[in-house]
């Protein structure tokens, strides 16, 4: 199974439980890789079997931007979700970063992965 992936997707967004989550947007640092079988696209080196990078990262973008969920597993579901209905996606893992978290400790970030597919 191949591979496409995009590491470092930045957005502000309005996600958390906390009231002041929902009220000034925070930053978010997303990863998104999607598995299916796009040998096609380098044997012809054709854009038509593969997925194009900037549509997937807009995708991205957008679930983030115009959404405000809870929870980072929220989130990340809804990104998961969208990207499965990409043609010729039959994977995806997402990773969500929420680069500073409200908590009364040092922390770089906190964030979670899934992965689904189909089936």
Not at 24 to 49: K, M, N, R
Not at 73 to 90: F, K
Not at 92 to 108: C, D, H, I, S
Request: charged share 25%; no cysteine.
């Amino acid at each position: 199974m191949d591979r496409i992936f995009l590491n470092g997707i930045g957005v502000t967004a309005s996600h958390g439980v906390l009231r002041q989550e929902k009220l000034t947007p925070q930053q978010f640092e997303i990863d998104i890789s999607v598995f299916g079988d796009f040998h096609l696209a380098g044997e012809e080196d054709l854009l038509d079997y593969g997925v194009d990078y900037s549509e997937l990262g807009e995708l991205v973008v957008e679930v983030a931007t115009s959404n405000s969920f809870n929870l980072i597993e929220a989130l990340a579901e809804a990104i998961a979700d969208r990207a499965m209905g990409l043609e010729r996606v039959v994977e995806v893992e997402v990773t969500v970063r929420k680069m500073r978290p409200p908590v009364a400790f040092p922390l770089n970030h906190a964030g979670v992965t899934i992965r689904r597919s189909i089936g």
